[in-house]
T-cell receptor, first 112, second 120 residues
Framework: QKEVEQDPGPLSVPEGAIVSLNCTYSNSAFQYFMWYRQYSRKGPELLMYTYSSGNKEDGRFTAQVDKSSKYISLFIRDSQPSDSATYLCAMSAHSSASKIIFGSGTRLSIRP | GAVVSQHPSWVICKSGTSVKIECRSLDFQATTMFWYRQFPKQSLMLMATSNEGSKATYEQGVEKDKFLINHASLTLSTLTVTSAHPEDSSFYIC????????????????FGPGTRLTVL
């Protein structure tokens, strides 16, 4: 079993829709949860990070962490064609951890 | 701030040759740099972690004699793929971390744009 599971998609939604991206994990030691966006042939860029359980909002993006269920989500409101990318969840156990474990990524396409 | 560059952005080489990829932190000092490999439609897999001035720590299954990592300064790390073979063709991404730029309780890694290696 992988430490982090993420549905690879592809996921295609119309512009303006609410997008829900999810990951599950098995390591209860994970404390830091991140979402990265990666455009084709580019390096990933950090969208949001959350420590422990709870919600965090940044503009059209909301990250949720449910440690009891080992389940994290990223919601994108009012989705735009420019949001089309691969979204990677990632997590690590400690604040100074040398290792981040990535999900396989979900390919998202927003149709105009 | 917190920009990481990689050079080259893409490279094609013949089987058996060696290829060097550079990773630079442009506006901060990177105490730690990481090298990842990403195959098509797959996630990033950590290859090794390097701290400035010390030997790199390789992940299980990564051949340290094949993937030579040097982190000689606080702004530069290099990955050399020696005796490259077609199965080494991949997208290689570096990231860098500086404790001084870390947000409270979290030390963010800043990723480079990646280097696409094709071995013929």
């Amino acid at each position: 079993q992988k430490e982090v599971e993420q549905d690879p998609g592809p996921l295609s939604v119309p512009e303006g829709a609410i997008v829900s991206l999810n990951c599950t994990y098995s390591n209860s030691a994970f404390q830091y949860f991140m979402w990265y966006r990666q455009y084709s042939r580019k390096g990933p860029e950090l969208l949001m990070y959350t420590y422990s359980s709870g919600n965090k909002e940044d503009g059209r993006f909301t990250a949720q962490v449910d440690k009891s269920s080992k389940y994290i989500s990223l919601f994108i409101r009012d989705s735009q064609p420019s949001d089309s990318a691969t979204y990677l969840c990632a997590m690590s156990a400690h604040s100074s951890a040398s290792k981040i474990i990535f999900g396989s990524g979900t390919r998202l396409s927003i149709r105009p | 701030g917190a920009v990481v560059s990689q050079h080259p952005s893409w490279v094609i080489c013949k089987s058996g040759t060696s290829v060097k990829i550079e990773c630079r932190s442009l506006d901060f000092q990177a105490t730690t740099m990481f090298w990842y490999r990403q195959f098509p439609k797959q996630s990033l897999m950590l290859m090794a972690t390097s701290n400035e001035g010390s030997k790199a720590t390789y992940e299980q299954g990564v051949e340290k004699d094949k993937f030579l990592i040097n982190h000689a300064s606080l702004t530069l790390s290099t990955l050399t793929v020696t005796s490259a073979h077609p199965e080494d063709s991949s997208f290689y991404i570096c990231s860098a971390r500086d404790l001084g730029l870390g947000k409270s309780s979290y030390n963010e890694q800043f990723f480079g744009p990646g280097t696409r290696l094709t071995v013929l």
